[in-house]
């Protein structure tokens, strides 16, 4: 099992900015992708961004040249800094974490932060 825990959300205006951290503990080997995920209210889920093993990056369109993506894999800890906030980026993010279990990739997710931008 992995556990995440997820730190950092919190009220900001629009054009601050917020880094976002997740801590990875437990079985912690075998970690390939970790992503972000945020869900608004009234809205489906949607992927933020990846990062792999090896570290490159994928980002949602809306956020490309705002946010960062990184990860410590020494730390096991993933964070996503913020840049330009917008109303629309309010949402609770939610980190995840895909490992390789016996040839299955198995995701985990963290509980959640909330984010939230005023205009």
């Known amino acids: 099992q992995v556990q995440l825990v997820e730190s950092g959300g919190g009220l900001v205006q629009a054009g601050g900015s917020l880094r976002l951290s997740c801590a990875a503990s437990g079985i912690v080997y075998n970690i390939n992708d970790m992503e972000w995920y945020r869900q608004a209210p009234g809205k489906q889920r949607e992927l933020v961004a990846t990062i792999t093993s090896s570290n490159t990056t994928n980002y949602t369109d809306a956020v490309k040249g705002r946010f960062t993506i990184s990860r410590d894999n020494a730390e096991n800890r993933v964070s996503l800094q913020m840049s330009s906030l917008k109303f629309e980026d309010t949402a609770v993010y939610y980190c995840?974490?895909?490992?390789?279990?016996?040839?299955?990739?198995?995701?985990?997710w963290g509980q959640g932060t909330q984010v939230t931008v005023s205009s």
């Open positions: 995840t974490a895909r490992r390789l279990v016996a040839g299955d990739d198995i995701d985990y």
